[in-house]
């Protein structure tokens, strides 16, 4: 399974936005692999995945217990942030709607959530002190997301208020695609370890800068044509660099194909990771 320490701590985990796309069928996923088993195929050939549906819609907890019962106890679920808060009530006025996102399962993955992402949409440029107000509402262990979800309303029909490993960290990172981010931007997510997501696609900007984050967060939706195009082999080489950078600096580094329209996703994070681990490979081989 590609996930690759590196000076026996730093993880490279490199992954798909997504897996239940039809137009893989026959192609990524033989055809005789059933549907209900892609995310176990996936899992085989790679070390994480985002999960889409959190952001579009509050999932039920025993769709979060059967993704952890697919996938070995090591995998990791990188859970994109409700809609709802983001694209809705950008980021104001979240308290609730924080806690029923955190109260509708995502602690039935245990040790298997990984990252949660916060998308913003493209209209959106937060002001410093709005960021800040949302960043310092995230709850930063399983006890402390445990502890939020209690404050759920009555759109959570079957709460999940149990936390296995309270002091399990959790990791945010948001992805920025609008233009307008200041230095006053940056310093809040510095402040709270928030990472910013470094985002390549045709109509959006790239944004790599480094908040001191615990983890590297990369995101490759194609360019020009965002989640069409694919990556070309010298391209994926450079991606290779700035994920060694990264782990140079002493961070895991976690990255997501998100162009899936014409295939390209699992493929091409499938080549990054040969590339990324023949580099590591003999990095640790080189120093005997």
Do not use: C
């Amino acid at each position: 399974m590609p996930r690759w320490a590196y000076g026996g701590s730093m993880v490279v985990r490199i992954g798909l936005s997504g897996w239940q796309y039809d137009s893989w069928r026959g192609d990524f996923y033989p055809a005789g692999v059933p549907k209900r088993r892609w995310l176990e195929y996936a899992a085989e050939r790679f070390s994480t995945v985002e999960v889409n549906g959190s952001f579009y819609s509050l999932q039920r907890p025993e769709r979060y217990r059967a993704w952890r019962a697919a996938v070995p106890p090591t995998f990791r679920f990188a859970l994109k942030g409700g809609r709802y808060v983001t694209h809705m009530l950008r980021l104001r006025n979240v308290d609730t709607a924080l806690a029923n996102f955190f109260a509708s399962g995502p602690l039935e993955l245990g040790a298997t959530l990984g990252p949660v992402l916060w998308q913003l949409p493209e209209s959106l440029t937060p002001t410093p002190v709005v960021l800040d107000g949302f960043l310092a509402l995230l709850p930063r262990t399983h006890g402390a997301a445990a502890t939020l979800a209690e404050r759920h309303d009555d759109k959570v029909a079957e709460p999940s208020l149990r936390a296995e490993d309270p002091d399990q960290v959790i990791h945010h990172a948001l992805e920025v695609r609008s233009t307008g981010l200041t230095d006053e931007h940056v310093d809040v997510l510095r402040r709270h370890g928030v990472a910013l997501v470094d985002s390549h696609a045709g109509d959006f900007p790239r944004l790599r800068i480094d908040t001191g984050a615990p983890i590297a967060y990369l995101r490759l939706h194609g360019a020009p044509w965002t989640y069409h195009d694919g990556y070309s082999p010298q391209a994926l080489g450079r991606w290779a660099t700035t994920v060694v950078e990264h782990v140079d600096a002493g961070r895991d580094t976690y990255v997501y194909f998100d162009n899936d329209a014409e295939r390209h996703a699992p493929w091409d994070g499938l080549a990054l990771d040969r590339i990324v681990r023949d580099r590591l490979r003999t990095r640790v081989d080189g120093r005997g």
